[in-house]
């Protein structure tokens, strides 16, 4: 698909572990109409910016990695300053190591950081520590549990929004799954009455007319709700004030299927009318 013309230029830098899905990201991009370049060292990111800027190009999606070498470490400040002149979203996907390391196993490729002297769990986490600086800066999305479709709509979802405005973003979780890594904010709601000990409820999900009467009709649920609205209402101009583009807030039960799913629908559908909401579900997903 040909790039769009029209308007300020658009980037979208995306950077992440090896084996996290930046491919997928950046094939979802270029479907989109960007014009995708993948693995390109960091200190050609300015120079080839400038270039397509001059042959009209308007939206353009650059893969970033530790493949960079040495100027990788520059990638922070460079990010300051296009964002003085440019529109730029900078993504940044990571994953559980046992699911790095299962992803290597099955399709034979060689993590590009290992070698004869290092373990391919030693290469992740050497990689995991040399990225964390431009991690700190980005939207983070992890796929551990994600499949190539969902990831690919998620990347849809978020590029439909306004790049200038923060993106509230509220996702489900089940403990017993582990803790999003992308999570800015955790809120854990395992005290809460559990729809999973009725039979007649336990295979339905937050977002059934059975299971959200169930919830709605406890207090302790709409004490839990009004303390995590406070607070995001609260907090949330900070974090407007910090120039985030996103702030991920995940709401945990056990399972991820029941209150955790029903509080996260109830909390964006509170704080869509003010602000860009985006909603997720991981043991939905």
Same mark, same amino acid.
């Given at each position: 698909m040909s790039p769009s013309y029209a308007g300020e230029m658009q980037l979208v830098l995306i950077?992440?572990?090896?084996?996290?899905?930046?491919?997928?990201?950046?094939?979802? !991009?270029? %479907?989109?109409?960007?014009?995708?370049?993948?693995?390109?060292?960091?200190? *050609?990111?300015?120079? @080839?910016?400038?270039?397509?800027?001059?042959?009209?190009?308007?939206?353009?999606?650059?893969?970033?990695?530790?493949?960079?070498?040495?100027?990788?470490?520059?990638?922070?400040?460079l990010i300051e300053d296009l964002r003085k002149r440019l529109h730029v979203r900078l993504l940044f996907l990571e994953a559980k190591t046992e699911t790095l390391v299962r992803r290597f196993s099955e399709t034979r490729r060689r993590h590009p950081l290992s070698n004869d002297d290092i373990t391919l769990p030693?290469?992740?986490?050497?990689?995991?520590?040399? !990225?964390? %600086?431009?991690?700190?800066?980005?939207?983070?999305?992890?796929?551990?549990? *994600?499949?190539?479709? @969902?990831?690919?709509?998620?990347?849809?979802d978020m590029m439909a929004l306004e790049s200038a405005?923060?993106?509230?973003?509220?996702?489900?979780?089940?403990?017993k799954h582990g803790i999003p890594l992308d999570a800015d904010l955790v809120f854990d709601v395992r005290c809460l009455p559990n729809p999973h000990y009725d039979p007649?409820?336990?295979?339905?999900?937050?977002?059934?007319?059975?299971?959200?009467?169930?919830?709605?009709?406890?207090?302790?649920?709409?004490e839990m709700l009004a303390d995590i609205q406070q607070y995001v209402h609260k907090w949330l101009p900070c974090f407007v004030r910090d120039n985030r583009a996103y702030l991920t807030v995940a709401i945990g039960c056990t399972g991820g299927q029941h209150r955790s799913v029903y509080l996260t629908e109830q909390l964006a559908a509170y704080f869509k009318a003010e602000v860009q909401t985006l909603v997720r579900h991981r043991e939905l997903s």
């Open positions: 950077s992440g572990l090896s084996g996290s899905g930046k491919s997928i990201a950046l094939n979802v !991009l270029e %479907d989109a109409g960007y014009y995708c370049i993948d693995n390109l060292p960091a200190k *050609l990111v300015n120079e @080839t910016i400038d270039y397509l800027t001059q042959n009209k190009y308007r939206q353009l999606a650059i893969s970033v990695d530790a493949r960079s070498g040495d100027s990788y470490q520059h990638l922070p400040s030693d290469a992740i986490a050497l990689e995991r520590d040399r !990225l964390d %600086d431009v991690a700190q800066l980005a939207h983070r999305i992890d796929t551990s549990d *994600l499949s190539a479709n @969902t990831l690919r709509c998620w990347i849809r405005k923060l993106t509230l973003l509220f996702t489900s979780f089940g403990f007649v409820l336990r295979p339905q999900t937050g977002r059934d007319a059975a299971v959200i009467k169930f919830l709605a009709a406890s207090p302790d649920v709409a």
